[in-house]
């Protein structure tokens, strides 16, 4: 199963995609920043996606937005 998530919103720069779904890691410094949060919600998401046996990606163009996109298995993996 995929599931996309997609906005058009300010998007990513391509120097930042590798990190965004490490743990408190924020694109925008905390002297600049204009948007609330810890930088954890990407992360906690990988991790839950990954559990089940799936993975998350992310495309974005700044200025243009952003797409996530979500592959699960149709059946969960055999417990180790």
């Known amino acids: 199963m995929v599931l996309r998530i997609s906005d058009t919103g300010v998007g990513i720069p391509e120097a930042d995609l590798e990190r965004i779904f490490e743990r408190f890691y924020q694109v925008e410094s905390h002297m600049t920043r204009r948007h609330g949060g810890l930088g954890l ?7 839950l996606v990954e559990t089940h046996g799936g993975r998350i990606e992310v495309q974005s163009v700044v200025d243009a937005g952003s797409q996530f996109s979500v592959w699960l298995p149709k059946q969960q993996p055999a417990a180790a």
Do not use: H, M
């Open 41 to 47: 919600g990407l992360a906690v998401s990988k991790i």
